[in-house]
T-cell receptor, first 112, second 113 residues
């Protein structure tokens, strides 16, 4: 089925460990986004890629890095995980000039 | 900067009751406005949108009208069902070419039979 695929769905890390969250879309969308969702705070933008080859910081980029590997894939890396990064992470994509993201099903990350 | 404020939840209603979830925004220019819905364990789905003042977005019995004079985009449904239980997010997008969305904090709706 066409859509946005995120892996893994669940992950537990120890403080200081690193990991990469993967996101891939097969809809030929130009733009891709990483958000984190925390209780009472809605979704906050971490990084985005408006088009292949570009990435930009969002509202809460500290502690994260991203790579737009190609048009399909946009990964999020935590270099040294901290308990404050415990959250649910959503990847989304958007076709240029259209309205309405397509979201992945999320990655629930716990840092202990 | 741009921001979105939603009424705090949770909102608990009986089946067939009338629903209103308030949303107000602060933005420069003329943003586009959205309601997204998140069912348990899933990602967000676009519910409806409005791209200019006085537009009414509608879908699945839900409606919201873009009110520039009150900077509001309240979500309404005349008769809710148990299957409408979810978290609802109001969001805005400025008219830049980045497609970035700014979300409200979300309102949880629970509908009881």
């Amino acid at each position: 089925n066409a859509g946005v695929t995120q892996t893994p769905k669940f992950q537990v890390l120890k403080t200081g460990q690193s990991m990469t969250l993967q996101c891939a879309q097969d809809m030929n969308h130009n733009s891709m986004y990483w958000y984190r969702q925390d209780p009472g705070m809605g979704l906050r933008l971490i990084y985005y890629s408006a088009s292949e080859g570009t990435t930009d910081k969002g509202e809460v980029p500290n502690g994260y890095n991203v790579s737009r590997l190609n048009k399909r894939e946009f990964s999020l890396r935590l270099e040294s995980a901290a308990p404050s990064q415990t959250s649910v992470y959503f990847c989304a994509s958007l076709f240029a000039g259209s309205y309405g993201y397509t979201f992945g099903s999320g990655t629930r990350l716990t840092v202990v | 900067g741009n921001s979105v404020t939603q009424m705090e939840g949770p909102v608990t209603l009986s089946e067939e009751a009338f629903l209103t979830i308030n949303c107000t925004y602060t933005a420069t220019g003329y943003p586009s406005l959205f309601w997204y819905v998140q069912y348990p364990g899933e990602g967000l789905q676009l519910l409806l949108k409005a791209t200019k003042a006085d537009d009414k977005g509608s879908n699945k019995g839900f409606e919201a009208t873009y009110r520039k004079e009150t900077t509001s985009f309240h979500l309404e449904k005349g008769s809710v069902q148990v299957s409408d239980s979810a978290v609802y997010f109001c969001a805005l997008s400025d008219r830049s070419n980045t497609g970035k969305l700014i979300f409200g904090q979300g309102t949880t709706l629970q509908v009881k039979p």
